[in-house]
C-alpha cells in the first residue's frame, strides 16, 4: 500500500517541504533507505546521511536547519522521532491486518464470537469459550473449553492457551506462547516417587499485557496465576504457579519466577534472573541481568544485584574487591613467608 507526502503529514499534523504528491510504500532507515522508502531524522549524529539519503520523505523535527541541498521530500513534524514511532506503529497494524476464517479450523457450536474476528488455519476453539471483537487468532492456535479473550487481543501463530483462562483486551501473545499449562506441583512419596497434584486453578491476564515468544505461564493449583495490566514479558520467561506480576512490570528474557511470589507494580527485572518461592518483590524494584533472589525485597524503588541479590550500590563495590582478590593473596602468602622466615631466626 502507498501514501502520498500529502496524507502522511495530515496523520502527522506535519508540513511538508517539497512535493506534496511523492508516493512511499515501505519505511527504511535513512542510511539504508531507497527510492521509494519513508524514513526520520531525530539524532543529530545521523544528519549527514539527509543529504545522501535516497529516500522519497523525510521526517524531521520542526526547528530542524539543514546545512546542505536536501533532495527528498521533508515532513516538518513536533517531534521526528515520536511521529515516526506513530507511523510504525500505523504500518504494522495494516500488515497485521486480518479478517474471515480460514479453513480448516474447529470452532466449536457453542461458542460465543464477536464480529470481525480473524481466525487462521488449523486453529481449536473449544467448547464455551468467548472471543471479543477484533481479535485475531493466527494458524495453529489452540484455544481451550471455557476461554475468555477480550476485544482486540491478538494471538500469534502457535498460541496455546489452556481451558479457563482468561485474556483481558488489547492482549498480545507472541509464537509458541503456553498460557495455562500445568504448574510444577509433585508431592514426595515414601519411596522416593513423586505424585502429581492436580493443577485446578487457572492464568488470568489482564489487559494491555504483552507477552514474548516461547515464554509460559502456569496455571494455578488453586486460584489463579495473575498477570496485571500493562505487563510486558519478553520471550523465554517462566512464570510458575500461583505467581502475581504487579501492573506495569518488565521482565527480560530467560527470567524464571517460582511458585506462589508476588512481584510488585512497575518492577523490572533483567534477563536470566532467578526469584524464589513464596515470597515478595517490592514496588519499583530493579533487579540486573543474573541476578538471584532468594529472599523478599520489602523496600520499594531500590536497585539490586548479585547472586545472592544485595542492595545495588554494595554490589558493586564486592566487584571492586572480587577483581582486587588475586593480589590480596598474593600480599597474604607473602607476609605469611615473611613470618615464617623471622620465625626460624
Same mark, same amino acid.
Given at each position: 500500500?502507498?501514501?502520498?507526502?500529502?496524507?502522511?503529514?495530515?496523520?502527522?499534523?506535519?508540513?511538508?517541504?517539497?512535493?506534496?504528491?511523492?508516493?512511499?510504500?515501505?519505511?527504511?532507515?535513512?542510511?539504508?533507505?531507497?527510492?521509494?522508502?519513508?524514513?526520520?531524522?531525530?539524532?543529530?549524529?545521523?544528519?549527514?546521511?539527509?543529504?545522501?539519503?535516497?529516500?522519497?520523505?523525510?521526517?524531521?523535527? =520542526?526547528?530542524?536547519?539543514?546545512?546542505?541541498?536536501?533532495?527528498?521530500?521533508?515532513?516538518?513534524?513536533?517531534?521526528?522521532?515520536?511521529?515516526?514511532?506513530?507511523?510504525?506503529?500505523?504500518?504494522?497494524?495494516?500488515?497485521?491486518?486480518?479478517?474471515?476464517?480460514?479453513?480448516?479450523?474447529?470452532?466449536?457450536?457453542?461458542?460465543?464470537?464477536? *464480529?470481525?474476528?480473524?481466525?487462521?488455519?488449523?486453529?481449536?476453539?473449544?467448547?464455551?469459550?468467548?472471543?471479543?471483537?477484533?481479535?485475531?487468532?493466527? +494458524?495453529?492456535?489452540?484455544?481451550?473449553?471455557?476461554?475468555?479473550?477480550?476485544?482486540?487481543?491478538?494471538?500469534? +501463530?502457535?498460541?496455546?492457551?489452556?481451558?479457563?483462562?482468561?485474556?483481558?483486551?488489547?492482549?498480545?501473545?507472541?509464537?509458541?506462547?503456553?498460557?495455562?499449562?500445568?504448574?510444577?506441583?509433585? =508431592? +514426595?512419596?515414601?519411596?522416593?516417587?513423586?505424585?502429581?497434584?492436580?493443577?485446578?486453578?487457572?492464568?488470568?491476564?489482564?489487559?494491555?499485557?504483552?507477552?514474548?515468544?516461547?515464554?509460559?505461564?502456569?496455571? =494455578?493449583?488453586?486460584?489463579?496465576?495473575?498477570?496485571?495490566?500493562?505487563?510486558?514479558? *519478553?520471550?523465554?520467561?517462566?512464570?510458575?504457579?500461583?505467581?502475581?506480576?504487579?501492573?506495569?512490570?518488565?521482565?527480560?528474557?530467560?527470567?524464571?519466577?517460582?511458585?506462589?511470589?508476588?512481584?510488585?507494580?512497575?518492577?523490572?527485572?533483567?534477563?536470566?534472573?532467578?526469584?524464589?518461592?513464596?515470597?515478595?518483590?517490592?514496588?519499583?524494584?530493579?533487579?540486573?541481568?543474573?541476578?538471584?533472589?532468594?529472599?523478599?525485597?520489602?523496600?520499594?524503588?531500590?536497585?539490586?544485584?548479585?547472586?545472592?541479590?544485595?542492595?545495588?550500590?554494595?554490589?558493586?563495590?564486592?566487584?571492586?574487591?572480587?577483581?582486587?582478590?588475586?593480589?590480596?593473596?598474593?600480599?597474604?602468602?607473602?607476609?605469611?613467608?615473611?613470618?615464617?622466615?623471622?620465625?626460624?631466626?
Amino acid at each position: 500500500m502507498q501514501f502520498s507526502a500529502q496524507q502522511i503529514a495530515t496523520l502527522l499534523k506535519g508540513n511538508i517541504e517539497g512535493s506534496p504528491d511523492v508516493v512511499v510504500g515501505q519505511l527504511a532507515k535513512i542510511e539504508e533507505a531507497k527510492s521509494g522508502d519513508l524514513s526520520f531524522l531525530a539524532n543529530p549524529k545521523y544528519e549527514h546521511f539527509l543529504y545522501t539519503t535516497n529516500a522519497s520523505i523525510v521526517v524531521v523535527n =520542526a526547528d530542524f536547519v539543514p546545512t546542505q541541498t536536501v533532495n527528498s521530500t521533508l515532513i516538518r513534524v513536533k517531534d521526528a522521532y515520536s511521529s515516526f514511532s506513530e507511523l510504525l506503529t500505523y504500518y504494522s497494524q495494516m500488515k497485521l491486518e486480518r479478517s474471515g476464517r480460514e479453513e480448516p479450523s474447529f470452532v466449536h457450536e457453542s461458542v460465543m464470537i464477536s *464480529d470481525n474476528v480473524y481466525v487462521g488455519a488449523f486453529s481449536y476453539i473449544g467448547k464455551n469459550a468467548k472471543i471479543g471483537q477484533h481479535v485475531k487468532i493466527y +494458524p495453529h492456535v489452540y484455544i481451550g473449553d471455557d476461554v475468555t479473550i477480550g476485544d482486540y487481543t491478538t494471538l500469534f +501463530p502457535g498460541v496455546k492457551v489452556y481451558s479457563e483462562c482468561s485474556l483481558g483486551q488489547h492482549v498480545v501473545l507472541h509464537a509458541g506462547v503456553v498460557i495455562g499449562s500445568d504448574g510444577f506441583g509433585f =508431592a +514426595p512419596q515414601d519411596d522416593g516417587s513423586y505424585n502429581k497434584v492436580p493443577q485446578i486453578g487457572n492464568v488470568v491476564v489482564d489487559d494491555n499485557v504483552e507477552i514474548g515468544a516461547n515464554t509460559v505461564v502456569d496455571r =494455578a493449583t488453586m486460584g489463579s496465576t495473575i498477570i496485571r495490566k500493562g505487563v510486558k514479558l *519478553d520471550n523465554l520467561i517462566q512464570i510458575a504457579h500461583n505467581v502475581e506480576i504487579g501492573k506495569n512490570t518488565v521482565i527480560a528474557a530467560q527470567t524464571g519466577v517460582s511458585g506462589s511470589t508476588k512481584i510488585g507494580e512497575n518492577v523490572v527485572l533483567g534477563g536470566q534472573v532467578g526469584v524464589v518461592g513464596h515470597i515478595t518483590v517490592a514496588d519499583r524494584s530493579q533487579v540486573q541481568a543474573q541476578s538471584g533472589v532468594n529472599r523478599s525485597i520489602v523496600q520499594a524503588s531500590k536497585k539490586w544485584g548479585g547472586s545472592p541479590a544485595t542492595p545495588y550500590q554494595a554490589q558493586l563495590r564486592s566487584q571492586v574487591l572480587y577483581s582486587k582478590l588475586p593480589e590480596l593473596e598474593k600480599r597474604i602468602a607473602d607476609l605469611e613467608q615473611i613470618i615464617q622466615n623471622h620465625s626460624a631466626k
